[in-house]
């Protein structure tokens, strides 16, 4: 379901920025901002499966220590402690990405350009944090995975 809505979401940006005028546009401080938000959002859909794969591989990993002798399944436990975490980090990122895209409105104030430019201002902040959180996670995961 997220996939598909994910889809839809794409489809409606790429939809929304053609139309179709072949002749220069003046870009205002409101259409500058929307094309920030949505190169934030295209960075961030780009980890998803990256995220994803790594959610995986730490499950598998996860699996693998639980079936192991449980003397060393004690002395694995501050790994899998972090391989927890990381997954739990993982989670949240992904979780922080859906959120976003379920809220954020294109085309809210758009009769009100002041007021949409707070708006636009305030879903930039929060798809750059989005990818920061992606993009740490994912250097966890990464640092985890090699041990």
Not at 18 to 24: A, E, I
Not at 43 to 59: R, W
Request: glycine letters at 2%.
């Amino acid at each position: 379901m997220k996939l598909v809505l994910s889809a839809v979401f794409i489809f409606l940006l790429i939809a929304c920025n053609n139309s179709g005028d072949s002749g220069p546009a003046v870009k205002t401080k409101s259409d500058s901002l929307l094309d920030e938000v949505i190169q934030g959002h295209n960075v961030a859909m780009a980890k998803m499966s990256k995220i994803n794969t790594a959610k995986n591989n730490i499950q598998r990993v996860i699996d693998s220590i639980s079936k192991l002798p449980t003397d060393i399944q004690k002395k694995s436990l501050p790994y899998r402690m972090q391989l927890d975490s990381t997954f739990n980090r993982l989670t949240f990122a992904n979780y922080g990405m859906d959120k976003w895209m379920t809220e954020f409105n294109m085309d809210s104030f758009k009769n009100d350009k002041e007021e949409q430019i707070k708006y636009l201002e305030s879903e930039k902040l929060k798809i750059s944090r989005v990818n920061e959180i992606m993009a740490n996670s994912l250097q966890k995961a990464d640092s985890l995975l090699k041990k």
